[in-house]
C-alpha cells in the first residue's frame, strides 16, 4: 500500500522567490513518484518523476525534486517563483512493478504574489 | 497529437437522476484511467483499464457506478443514481502501457454538481 503527505495545503511566495513544496510517501515496495501541475479548469500536467534512476530530477518549468529515501520524501522547488507558477501541485506514489494505481497527495496550492 | 478529449465539461443535475462521461484517449494509448477528485482533494482512481479489460475497479462503488471501454479505444462512466457527495470533477486519463513508471495524460475532466 502506498499514501502521499503534502504539508500545507497553501503555500504563498514572492515573485523570484524559492519555492518548496514538500511531500512524504509511504510505500511497502520501492517507489515511483511523480509531481503533477494542476491550473484551474484544467487536467493535470506530468512535471517530473522519479523512476529509480538519479535521485535528483529536473522536470519542465525550471522545477526540480530530490528523492531522499532516508527522508522518505520527494520536495519539489524551483530557485525563482514566476507568477505563472501559480496552480495546484500535486505530489503521487506508486509502486514499481505490474499494473501499480497512482496514489496522489491531497495538493498544495502555490500562490504567487507580485 | 490531440490530448484527452472528454465531455460534457460540466453537468448539473438532481440526486436521484443519471449521467454519463465519455472520454476519448491518446491514439494508441492501451491504458485508461477514470479518477474523481472532490473538491481540495487529489484524485482517486476509480477505474483502470487495459485495452477492454478491467485491470483495477477496487474504489469504484459498484451499486451505483459503471464504466466500460468498448473496442479498447473510447469509455464512458455512468453514475445511476447520483447522490450528493457524488459532486467532483471526474478526470478521465490515458497512458501506452500501464506499468507503474508509464505517464499519465490527463483530460480537462467533467465537473458534476449534483443538487
Known amino acids: 500500500a502506498q499514501s502521499v503527505t503534502q504539508l500545507g495545503s497553501h503555500v504563498s511566495v514572492s515573485e523570484g522567490a524559492l519555492v518548496l513544496l514538500r511531500c512524504n510517501y509511504s510505500?511497502?515496495?520501492?517507489?515511483?513518484l511523480f509531481w503533477y501541475v494542476q491550473y484551474p479548469n484544467q487536467g493535470l500536467q506530468l512535471l517530473l518523476k522519479?523512476?529509480?534512476?538519479?535521485?535528483l530530477v529536473k522536470g519542465i518549468n525550471g522545477f526540480e525534486a530530490e528523492f531522499k529515501k532516508s527522508e522518505t520524501s520527494f520536495h519539489l522547488t524551483k530557485p525563482s517563483a514566476h507568477m505563472s507558477d501559480a496552480a495546484e501541485y500535486f505530489c503521487?506514489?506508486?509502486?514499481?512493478?505490474?499494473?501499480?494505481?497512482?496514489?496522489f497527495g491531497k495538493g498544495t496550492m502555490l500562490l504567487v504574489s507580485p | 497529437e490531440a490530448g484527452v478529449a472528454q465531455s460534457p465539461r460540466y453537468k448539473i443535475i438532481e440526486k436521484r437522476q443519471s449521467v454519463a462521461f465519455w472520454c476519448n484517449p491518446i491514439?494508441?494509448?492501451?491504458?485508461l484511467y477514470w479518477y474523481q477528485q472532490i473538491l481540495g482533494q487529489g484524485p482517486k482512481l476509480l477505474i483502470q483499464?487495459?485495452?477492454?479489460?478491467?485491470?483495477?475497479d477496487s474504489q469504484l462503488p459498484k451499486d451505483r457506478f459503471s464504466a466500460e471501454r468498448l473496442k479498447g479505444v473510447d469509455s464512458t462512466l455512468k453514475i445511476q443514481p447520483a447522490k450528493l457527495e457524488d459532486s467532483a470533477v471526474y478526470l478521465c486519463?490515458?497512458?501506452?502501457?500501464?506499468?507503474?513508471?508509464?505517464?499519465?495524460?490527463f483530460g480537462p475532466g467533467t465537473r458534476l454538481t449534483v443538487t
Open positions: 486519463a490515458s497512458s501506452l502501457v500501464g506499468q507503474g513508471s508509464t505517464e499519465q495524460y
Open positions: 510505500s511497502s515496495v520501492p517507489p515511483y
Open positions: 522519479y523512476t529509480s534512476a538519479a535521485t
Open positions: 503521487a506514489v506508486t509502486g514499481n512493478s505490474g499494473y501499480s494505481t497512482l496514489t
Open positions: 491514439s494508441g494509448h492501451a491504458t
Open positions: 483499464f487495459q485495452n477492454n479489460g478491467v485491470v483495477d
